[in-house]
């Protein structure tokens, strides 16, 4: 069963905090961060990307990026723009996205848990971007940006969290420059934060990693390392546990993850369609967006068009948690056979298009030129997530977009 412990978190004052938090680390850029921090002294970007206050040409993995981070941190805290409660508690972390509302418990997961598959991943990592996240858990002795988790949902969590967020006022509460809602409650009263965590221990057998692998496995492994260091370890130190917001499953929200390619293999453009009508029906063509409406059918933009795709039976296996997929099966029919495109994670005729930024986002990449087809899939499901997490198998790369994205900064996890 799932371990998920109270924590001292480290807090910004509720004055500053809408301009101290900020997205993860991952979904930006250089250039990007810099902007969305100018002006903003205590955006906690100065700590998560703190390349921005480093000289251009510094590579962003090297030893002064990573001291200016600590410095950094250190900073925040001597200021008091970063505060440590007294006592272990959980906190609820609540998002709204276009009226609608998920609330997640913030607690500390275990790093047992991540070692002996509790915890469980739908993605592979990459060795250098653990790494560079492993470095940056270690010298600033924190977990300063949290994972996003999944549970199976368990009603009597439900019923803590609706009575507290009922009963008392968050403490945060604002909306961020994305548009997106962001709540936060502390829950202060002992019996609630020990029934929570009874709760976690008794009711919830595994959680998932919903969206940061990276960051997951990068304070894990730092964990381990920290208590293969210490000839005293006894288990409950906390290093053993890092930052994770756990949400119920059947609120969460998976948008699309589309993918746009640069040319069609040598294919004129009706070559191209002749050989998808192998293993899709072609059912519309129209100037106007067509959305996928349901699993097996695809959206396609090509030549000024959008066209609608249905897969035809043989391409797909509803009964594997694979061959269910949609980018499954546009991988092994279109992106491989016809294109050529093997290997999804290094070839660089391919791009991935996250759905928050709209389908129009895909015809405008290939009306500009850039790219020469573009393609639009349903979005999974999180009961596709848990099915393919149980079996032990792995998403093909690109699949999950979560929104909204969690704001580093509303809590720390410190290590000691």
Same mark, same amino acid.
């Given at each position: 069963?799932?371990?998920?412990?109270?924590?001292?978190?480290?807090?910004?004052?509720?004055?500053?905090?809408?301009?101290?938090?900020?997205?993860?680390?991952?979904?930006?850029?250089?250039?990007?961060?810099?902007?969305?921090?100018?002006?903003?002294?205590?955006?906690?970007?100065?700590?998560?990307?703190?390349?921005?206050?480093?000289?251009?040409?510094?590579?962003?993995?090297?030893?002064?990026?990573?001291?200016?981070?600590?410095?950094?941190?250190?900073?925040?805290?001597?200021?008091?723009?970063?505060?440590?409660?007294?006592?272990?508690?959980?906190?609820?972390?609540?998002?709204?996205?276009?009226?609608?509302? /998920?609330?997640? *418990?913030?607690?500390?997961?275990? $790093?047992?848990?991540? @070692? %002996? +598959?509790?915890?469980?991943?739908?993605? =592979?990592?990459?060795?250098?971007?653990?790494?560079?996240?492993?470095?940056?858990?270690?010298?600033?002795?924190?977990?300063?940006?949290?994972?996003?988790?999944?549970?199976?949902?368990?009603?009597?969590?439900?019923?803590?969290?609706?009575?507290?967020?009922?009963?008392?006022?968050?403490?945060?509460?604002?909306?961020?420059?994305?548009?997106?809602?962001?709540?936060?409650?502390?829950?202060?009263?002992?019996?609630?934060?020990?029934?929570?965590?009874?709760?976690?221990?008794?009711?919830?057998?595994?959680?998932?990693?919903?969206?940061?692998?990276?960051?997951?496995?990068?304070?894990?492994?730092?964990?381990?390392?920290?208590?293969?260091?210490?000839?005293?370890?006894?288990?409950?130190?906390?290093?053993?546990?890092?930052?994770?917001?756990?949400?119920?499953?059947? /609120?969460?929200? *998976?948008?699309?993850?589309?993918? $746009?390619?640069?040319? @069609? %293999? +040598?294919?004129?453009?009706?070559?191209? =369609?002749?050989?998808?009508?192998?293993?899709?029906?072609?059912?519309?063509?129209?100037?106007?967006?067509?959305?996928?409406?349901?699993?097996?059918?695809?959206?396609?933009?090509?030549?000024?068009?959008?066209?609608?795709?249905?897969?035809?039976?043989?391409?797909?296996?509803?009964?594997?948690?694979?061959?269910?997929?949609?980018?499954?099966?546009?991988?092994?029919?279109?992106?491989?056979?016809?294109?050529?495109?093997?290997?999804?994670?290094?070839?660089?005729?391919?791009?991935?298009?996250?759905?928050?930024?709209?389908?129009?986002?895909?015809?405008?990449?290939?009306?500009?030129?850039?790219?020469?087809?573009?393609?639009?899939?349903?979005?999974?499901?999180?009961?596709?997530?848990?099915?393919?997490?149980?079996?032990?198998?792995?998403?093909?790369?690109?699949?999950?977009?979560?929104?909204?994205?969690?704001?580093?900064?509303?809590?720390?996890?410190?290590?000691?």
């Amino acid at each position: 069963m799932a371990i998920v412990k109270p924590f001292k978190g480290l807090r910004p004052p509720a004055e500053i905090v809408k301009d101290l938090s900020c997205l993860p680390y991952d979904v930006m850029s250089r250039e990007e961060a810099a902007q969305m921090a100018e002006g903003k002294d205590v955006s906690l970007l100065h700590v998560t990307r703190s390349e921005i206050d480093c000289s251009d040409v510094i590579d962003v993995h090297s030893t002064v990026v990573y001291d200016t981070s600590v410095e950094n941190f250190r900073k925040f805290q001597e200021k008091g723009w970063l505060l440590q409660d007294a006592v272990a508690k959980f906190y609820i972390y609540a998002q709204t996205m276009n009226g609608r509302t /998920q609330y997640g *418990i913030v607690g500390a997961a275990s $790093v047992d848990d991540y @070692l %002996n +598959g509790i915890i469980k991943k739908h993605e =592979l990592t990459r060795k250098e971007k653990e790494e560079d996240r492993m470095v940056h858990v270690r010298i600033n002795n924190a977990n300063i940006e949290p994972v996003f988790f999944a549970y199976p949902t368990v009603p009597e969590i439900d019923k803590i969290v609706a009575d507290v967020v009922e009963n008392e006022k968050p403490i945060y509460d604002f909306v961020a420059e994305d548009g997106f809602g962001h709540h936060f409650w502390v829950i202060n009263d002992p019996k609630l934060n020990t029934q929570i965590e009874d709760l976690f221990a008794n009711k919830v057998p595994f959680t998932y990693v919903a969206d940061g692998h990276h960051r997951t496995a990068a304070a894990a492994l730092v964990g381990k390392e920290k208590r293969d260091q210490n000839p005293n370890h006894k288990g409950d130190e906390e290093y053993n546990f890092f930052l994770a917001v756990h949400f119920p499953e059947d /609120q969460l929200n *998976i948008i699309d993850y589309n993918r $746009v390619v640069k040319d @069609l %293999n +040598g294919l004129t453009e009706n070559e191209f =369609l002749d050989k998808i009508t192998h293993k899709f029906h072609i059912e519309t063509s129209s100037d106007t967006i067509i959305k996928p409406g349901c699993l097996h059918e695809f959206s396609m933009y090509l030549g000024g068009k959008w066209y609608k795709l249905v897969a035809k039976e043989g391409t797909y296996d509803d009964n594997d948690p694979i061959g269910v997929l949609d980018v499954t099966i546009l991988s092994n029919y279109i992106l491989d056979e016809i294109l050529g495109i093997k290997d999804l994670r290094t070839d660089k005729r391919i791009d991935f298009v996250g759905g928050i930024r709209g389908l129009e986002a895909l015809s405008q990449r290939v009306d500009s030129g850039e790219m020469k087809v573009a393609f639009a899939l349903h979005p999974v499901t999180m009961k596709q997530i848990i099915d393919i997490a149980d079996s032990g198998n792995i998403m093909p790369p690109k699949t999950t977009w979560f929104e909204p994205k969690l704001r580093s900064g509303m809590v720390i996890h410190k290590l000691d």
